[in-house]
């Protein structure tokens, strides 16, 4: 993927589980297959809040190859990385670029409240590890690690960081980052209920939550 191509509608989708806790991967190719027919730009599979914590890495990993298999190149399939370490953010990383994942939506490091030098240290790892594009996912609300305009302007020389989808839920910040990096990333809002101002200020694109019920609906309304 090109830095253009981090636009528009990109559902974050939810795993398929089985009652036996174990991954449906048939539901997740038909849930790729329903967004892709519904006309979404791009699927992310394994996103932060609740399978970050819940699948192992291997699980991530057939969850990437079954969403690749349904969407046959029709659209780009990214995978979150939302790890506890940088070296197994890293190593995850390394192994969805061989496995073919067109880029990657990448949060801090879990569970320890990083100061800023170390979560730059830790996109500048994971964006140097696999040459993918990188979506840097800012989510203070939910995981309390703030990327900033100041670092994003910090992070500016790692080529591969190509997008930031920014969900502090607070659109003012917005303004901020274009107003610190202009147009040196593509920039994708992460809340529903702000899609409307988001755009209107400037997003390029909508890592939707609406739109893994309502994929048709998120489109019309993008």
């Known amino acids: 993927m090109q830095k253009s191509d981090f636009a528009g509608v990109m559902p974050a989708i939810t795993t398929k589980m089985t009652a036996a806790e174990d991954v449906d991967l048939e539901g997740v190719a ?5 967004q892709i027919d519904a006309g979404v730009d791009a699927v992310i599979v394994c996103g932060s809040l609740g399978e970050a914590s819940t699948l192992i ?23 979150t990385i939302a790890e506890d ?11 969805a670029s061989d496995a073919g994942a067109a880029g990657l939506m990448v949060l801090p490091a879990m569970r320890y409240l990083a100061e800023p030098r170390e979560t730059i240290a830790h996109f500048r790892a994971v964006a140097a590890a696999s040459g993918l594009p990188v ?9 309390g690690i703030d990327v900033t305009p100041a670092m994003l302007a910090e992070l500016a020389p790692c080529e591969t960081l190509v997008a930031v989808k920014e969900s502090s839920a607070d659109v003012r910040r917005i303004t901020d980052i274009l107003n610190t990096v202009g147009d ?8 529903d209920d702000l899609a409307l101002e988001s755009l209107v200020l400037g997003c390029d694109g909508w890592i939707a939550g609406l739109c893994a019920a309502f994929p048709e609906e998120t489109v019309a309304i993008y």
């Open 85 to 95: 370490s940088t070296r197994a953010a890293v190593d995850l990383a390394l192994r």
């Open 57 to 79: 890495a291997a699980e991530k990993l057939d969850v990437l190859a079954a969403a690749l298999d349904a969407s046959a190149g029709r659209k780009p399939v990214l995978l």
């Open 135 to 143: 979506i840097v996912y800012n989510n203070p609300v939910a995981y």
């Open 184 to 191: 040196r990333y593509r920039h994708l809002t992460g809340v």
């Open 30 to 34: 038909r849930d790729v297959s329903f």
